[in-house]
């Protein structure tokens, strides 16, 4: 698993990460076609699992690349 993170400095209030609404709030924001679709945002990085990528959501335990970056 992985976040899609921008480079946008602390000090700027960074960094950003790609993340989902969450379909489970009160009043979602969700795409009005389909079954419950979460919309993409972006949103301060936290360590919530809307941010987490490329695998099933409920794994949070270590991963096994971290820390890497693409400019």
């Known amino acids: ?5 921008d ?6 209030g960074g960094p950003y990460c790609l993340s989902l609404t969450n ?5 979602p924001d969700l795409y009005g076609s ?16 809307m941010q987490k990528w490329n695998a099933p959501p409920y794994i949070t335990e270590q991963a ?8």
């Open 1 to 5: 698993m992985y976040r899609i993170q």
């Open 7 to 12: 480079s946008t400095p602390a000090s700027a």
């Open 23 to 27: 379909p489970d709030v009160t009043n």
């Open 34 to 49: 389909g079954f419950r679709v979460s919309k993409t945002i972006v949103e301060k990085c936290s360590a919530s699992t």
């Open 64 to 71: 096994r690349l971290k820390d890497l970056k693409e400019e």
